[in-house]
């Protein structure tokens, strides 16, 4: 494997590469419109989560520590068994 300053790997093997990106490398490599549509897209979803959670309704989630969907209610509590949700709602 090569690594150049821009976070690319290069594969010996197969010819492909792989991309990481980190830090002010990431700006260099995917260019400022980019991150900033990136930002864009996050503010919105952000913003259309907290519009669903005013509205009362729960948010589809998903916990990385757990490995594990859960819906998160608007006052906090969460419930991982989407499963048993979906079947006790039909």
């Known amino acids: 494997m090569e690594y150049n300053s821009c976070g690319v790997i290069y594969m010996e093997k197969t010819?492909?590469?792989?991309?990481i990106?980190?830090?002010?490398?990431?700006a260099k490599l995917l260019g400022s419109r980019i991150?900033?549509?990136e930002k864009q897209?996050?503010?919105a979803v952000t913003e259309?989560?907290?519009?669903?959670?005013a509205n009362g309704h729960p948010v589809a989630l998903y916990d990385a520590e757990l490995?594990?969907?859960y819906s998160e209610y608007p006052d906090g509590r969460r419930e991982y068994d989407i499963e048993n949700m979906k079947s006790s709602n039909m």
């Open 48 to 53: 259309e989560i907290a519009r669903i959670k």
């Open 35 to 37: 991150i900033e549509m």
């Open 21 to 26: 990106t980190t830090g002010a490398d990431r």
């Open 41 to 43: 897209a996050v503010n």
């Open 67 to 69: 490995k594990k969907p």
């Open 15 to 19: 010819s492909s590469n792989i991309i």
